[in-house]
Structure formats: C-alpha cells, structure tokens
C-alpha cells in the first residue's frame, strides 16, 4: 500500500487539476471524461517528474506528489484542449 499511495495522490491531484485547468480556460472542446483522463495521466507525468529533479528533497512526499499532480494535469489537460479544439 506504500507504494500506491504516492500514484493515487498523482492521480487524483492530476484530475482535479486538468478539469480545473480546464475550467479555467473555458475550453469545451474536451468533454469532461477525457479532461479527467488526460489530467490524471498528466498528474502522474508531472509527480513523477518532480521527483526526478529532486522535489521530494524540498517538501514531504505526499505534498510533492500533489503538487506534481496538479501541475501535470493542468499542463496537459491544456494541450490536449488545445489541439481537440484545433482539430475542430
């Protein structure tokens, strides 16, 4: 289960932070399930890459997982909003 937890943060953290991210910058070209998708897949690309650059170091594990999480979910829930809504 310790293994698990930093992933579930990660996802759930990327989730909420693509559909924010999402929400913020009107962008409807996305429905809501692929918003949430694409931001929990971003939110474990981004805790994962803040652990690589030594984020952890800084802050406790779970904090930089979120952190991580909703950074990665906004960055690319916002691309894929944005090449949905060019494709359009």
């Known amino acids: 289960m310790e293994a698990l937890l930093p992933l579930i943060t990660q996802l759930i953290a990327g989730a909420v932070g693509g559909n924010v991210a999402s929400a913020a910058?009107?962008?409807v070209a996305v429905?809501?399930?692929a918003r949430t998708i694409a931001g929990a897949i971003g939110g474990i690309g981004g805790g994962m890459l803040l652990t690589l650059v030594g984020g952890e170091t800084q802050m406790t594990g779970l904090i930089a997982d979120g952190i991580g999480g909703l950074i990665g979910g906004g960055i690319l829930s916002t691309i894929v909003g944005a090449v949905a809504a060019r494709a359009r």
């Open 25 to 27: 910058l009107k962008q």
């Open 31 to 33: 429905n809501a399930v």
